[in-house]
Structures are given as structure tokens and as C-alpha cells.
């Protein structure tokens, strides 16, 4: 069920992606393709499935809200094209193909980085299917997942932590602003369009909690056991840059017992609801055994 659906979101995702950004401008036009190539490079889509699946959860017609989803998408490729700069990683490849820096050099990369971050935010102002109190809300949620306070502010601990030897929570909260905050914020997010009760809401964040340390466990177990070929990207790349991670930390076996415990709080969450959410509970075991 859990892979059915998510293919058939990932191509409304990505037929609505390929249609969002058009050079209004001759002089503009390779900005617009620098964007366009990363956007539209493929990926898992996890965050814009995530916020589209939560609102079918909660009884919403999620088809309605297709361009907030996109925009979640925006900012996290926005963080990739700037992850991989030679200022930051340096790696030169992304879902499969050539980092955004090594096609159109580092400096147009960061713009379109900027372009896409900034766009995503108009994406949600326009969102005329949600009221304006509404989009006030979310564009107040993005901003915070994706900024200093969030994802940004997490990239800058990671930054800083190369090299040193973090503790189990300090890399736990490090993961939590990088990682996490952009997994809770589509959930936050369709509670606010669905008008979700506080106590509902707080076990759906709850889960997206979990889900996006999960997430980042995974994540660190594919950089020590994976391949090019099914993550898109190099593997053994924390280990270059001297990063802590909780393979680093834990070993693999623990890692992998550590990613079953953060499951199993997810699920915990989950269970407390009122509603089915049997198709978040699959989504919990994906992660768990995903390949890249």
C-alpha cells in the first residue's frame, strides 16, 4: 500500500514541479535551469508526501493543496544544492547525477539555491485554496522548520561539529533542527489547513518527531553501508569530512537498534489517535528499511 501511494504522489508531485518554474525572462533563463535541474532530478519526495498523506489522514482532499506540498520540496532542494557546495560538502553528486555546482558553477548554484528557497514561500502565499489567517500560519511554520531556529541553525551546529566528538544527545538534538524540523513542519502544517484538535496534532508532530530521527539514523547507516548506485549520491562522505553520526558513535548494530526503538516510539504515537493512520504506520517501516 505504503509504495503504491507513494509513487502515485511522487508523479503528482512531480508533474506540478515541472510546470512551476518558467523563465519570465530571456536574462533570467539560466537561473531557471540551474533550479529545474536539481528540482527536477527525482528524489523520494518525502517531505511534500508526508504533508499531502497527513491530510488525507485527517479526511482533507489533498489535491487541493498541491503547490504547498511543492513547496516543501523547494526548500529542501534549495538545502542540497547549498549542501553540496564546495564551501560546505563538496560532493559532486546528487540523486544520481552531477551536484548543481559542478553543472553551473558555485556561485550560480547558490542563487539557485536562494531562488528556490524564496519561491517556496511565494508558492504558499499564493496558496488560494487556504485562507489568508491560514497562510499566515504556514508560511510562520516553514519559515521557523527552515531557518536559523530549524534546519539552517542545524547545518550551522553540523558545520561546527566537524571533526569533534559529539554525545548521543548532542548529535540528537543536532539532527533534530537539521533533519527533523522539515519531517515535523508538513504535519504541523496540514493540522493548521485541517483544523486539527491540540491533542491530535501534538501526537501527529509527536510521530513526524520520531520519524525524522529515524530518518537521520537511516540516513548515517547508508553512508557506511551504501552505494552510489542506490543512493544517488557518494557514500562515506561523514566519515571524509571527520563528522560525528550515530554510526560513529553507536556502531552499526546499535545504530540499527536505535533506528527500531525511534519506530517503535513513532508507532506508539500513532496508536493514540483516534483515526486510521494505517498508511503513516507503513511509512514508519519504509524508513526502517529503506536503501536509499
Same mark, same amino acid.
Given at each position: 500500500?505504503?509504495?503504491?501511494?507513494?509513487?502515485?504522489?511522487?508523479?503528482?508531485?512531480?508533474?506540478?514541479?515541472?510546470?512551476?518554474?518558467?523563465?519570465?525572462?530571456?536574462?533570467?533563463?539560466?537561473?531557471?535551469?540551474?533550479?529545474?535541474?536539481?528540482?527536477?532530478?527525482?528524489?523520494?519526495?518525502?517531505?511534500?508526501?508526508?504533508?499531502?498523506?497527513?491530510?488525507?489522514?485527517?479526511?482533507?482532499?489533498?489535491?487541493?493543496?498541491?503547490?504547498?506540498?511543492?513547496?516543501?520540496?523547494?526548500?529542501?532542494?534549495?538545502?542540497?544544492?547549498?549542501?553540496?557546495?564546495?564551501?560546505?560538502?563538496?560532493?559532486?553528486?546528487?540523486?544520481?547525477?552531477?551536484?548543481?555546482?559542478?553543472?553551473?558553477?558555485?556561485?550560480?548554484?547558490?542563487?539557485?539555491?536562494?531562488?528556490?528557497?524564496?519561491?517556496?514561500?511565494?508558492?504558499?502565499?499564493?496558496?488560494?485554496?487556504?485562507?489568508?489567517?491560514?497562510?499566515?500560519?504556514?508560511?510562520?511554520?516553514?519559515?521557523?522548520?527552515? =531557518?536559523?531556529?530549524?534546519?539552517?541553525?542545524?547545518?550551522?551546529?553540523?558545520?561546527?561539529?566537524?571533526?569533534?566528538?559529539?554525545?548521543?544527545?548532542?548529535?540528537?538534538?543536532?539532527?533534530?533542527?537539521?533533519?527533523?524540523?522539515?519531517?515535523?513542519?508538513?504535519?504541523?502544517?496540514?493540522?493548521?489547513?485541517?483544523?486539527?484538535?491540540?491533542?491530535?496534532?501534538?501526537?501527529?508532530?509527536?510521530?513526524?518527531?520520531?520519524?525524522?530521527?529515524?530518518?537521520?539514523?537511516?540516513?548515517?547507516?547508508?553512508?557506511?553501508?551504501?552505494?552510489?548506485?542506490?543512493?544517488?549520491?557518494?557514500? =562515506?562522505?561523514?566519515?571524509?569530512?571527520?563528522?560525528?553520526?550515530?554510526?560513529?558513535?553507536?556502531?552499526?548494530?546499535?545504530?540499527?537498534?536505535?533506528?527500531?526503538?525511534?519506530?517503535?516510539?513513532?508507532?506508539?504515537?500513532?496508536?493514540?489517535?483516534?483515526?486510521?493512520?494505517?498508511?503513516?504506520?507503513?511509512?514508519?517501516?519504509?524508513?526502517?528499511?529503506?536503501?536509499?
Amino acid at each position: 500500500m505504503i509504495r503504491e501511494a507513494l509513487k502515485t504522489k511522487q508523479k503528482l508531485i512531480n508533474d506540478r514541479l515541472a510546470v512551476l518554474l518558467k523563465a519570465d525572462r530571456v536574462e533570467h533563463k539560466t537561473l531557471y535551469d540551474a533550479m529545474n535541474y536539481s528540482l527536477l532530478a527525482g528524489g523520494k519526495r518525502i517531505r511534500p508526501f508526508l504533508f499531502l498523506t497527513v491530510l488525507d489522514v485527517l479526511g482533507v482532499d489533498s489535491s487541493r493543496y498541491m503547490d504547498a506540498a511543492c513547496a516543501f520540496e523547494c526548500v529542501h532542494t534549495y538545502s542540497l544544492i547549498h549542501d553540496d557546495l564546495p564551501a560546505m560538502d563538496n560532493d559532486d553528486y546528487r540523486r544520481g547525477r552531477l551536484t548543481n555546482h559542478k553543472v553551473y558553477g558555485a556561485g550560480m548554484a547558490t542563487q539557485a539555491g536562494d531562488g528556490l528557497l524564496t519561491f517556496a514561500f511565494q508558492l504558499l502565499a499564493e496558496e488560494k485554496e487556504v485562507p489568508s489567517d491560514i497562510r499566515i500560519k504556514l508560511i510562520d511554520i516553514l519559515a521557523r522548520a527552515a =531557518g536559523p531556529m530549524g534546519m539552517v541553525g542545524g547545518q550551522a551546529h553540523d558545520m561546527e561539529a566537524e571533526g569533534k566528538h559529539l554525545t548521543l544527545d548532542e548529535l540528537k538534538t543536532l539532527d533534530a533542527c537539521k533533519t527533523g524540523c522539515l519531517l515535523t513542519a508538513p504535519v504541523s502544517m496540514a493540522c493548521a489547513i485541517a483544523g486539527t484538535a491540540m491533542k491530535e496534532r501534538l501526537l501527529l508532530e509527536n510521530f513526524a518527531i520520531h520519524l525524522g530521527l529515524l530518518f537521520q539514523i537511516t540516513d548515517d547507516l547508508l553512508d557506511e553501508t551504501g552505494n552510489l548506485e542506490d543512493m544517488g549520491k557518494m557514500p =562515506g562522505q561523514d566519515e571524509k569530512d571527520h563528522k560525528s553520526t550515530f554510526t560513529t558513535i553507536l556502531g552499526l548494530e546499535k545504530a540499527k537498534a536505535f533506528a527500531e526503538e525511534e519506530a517503535a516510539l513513532a508507532k506508539e504515537a500513532l496508536a493514540k489517535l483516534p483515526f486510521d493512520s494505517t498508511i503513516l504506520y507503513e511509512l514508519i517501516e519504509l524508513m526502517v528499511h529503506r536503501k536509499k
